[in-house]
């Protein structure tokens, strides 16, 4: 009776740590499908609006910026990338846990330092990456002189 009782127990340990393991949201970003009906792109909008652009201002001086514009990473995102979907995956998976090895814009990593996680969802976050895909976004005049890349 009690041997029972305890592979009972383990079963139902093993199974929650094995559940736990496969349900991370924190490591599903990685190879996430991108499930078009759940996005809202009016918000991703308002995010990039209000948030991304806090930082990423595409209006600000090239001597007063805290990150490049966003144009400027999208520019360099479309550079390495065939599909939206492709474009979508790189992206989510940097502004999901920016890191230097998922960073495209090296010399703006050492220049401002790398991005903070913002803590957002999967959805949002995808919503933000097929907003900013979908739309021309406005960049300053010094990116033209520059080319635009990097
Ligand atoms: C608190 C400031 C801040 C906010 C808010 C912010 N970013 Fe950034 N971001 C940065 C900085 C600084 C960099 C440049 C360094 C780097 O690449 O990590 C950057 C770089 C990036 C890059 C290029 C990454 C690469 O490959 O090097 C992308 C894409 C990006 N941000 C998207 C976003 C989006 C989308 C949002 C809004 C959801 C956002 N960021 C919000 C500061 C910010």
Redesign the pocket.
Known sequence: MKKQLVLCLSILLLWNYGCRQTDKTTSDYKNAAINYEQLDLKRGEN??QT??N???DPSAEKTNR???P?EL??R??LAVTNTEEEFVKK?VR??MN?TEE?????Q??E??????P?G?SLTD?QS??VY?YRTELEWPEWMDEEGGQE
């Open positions: 995010i990039v948030v991304c806090s930082c990423h805290i990150a490049p966003l990473a999208k360099n995102y992206m940097f502004i920016p998922e960073a495209e814009l090296h703006d990593v220049e401002y330092g790398l991005m903070d913002l957002y976050i933000v990456a900013i």
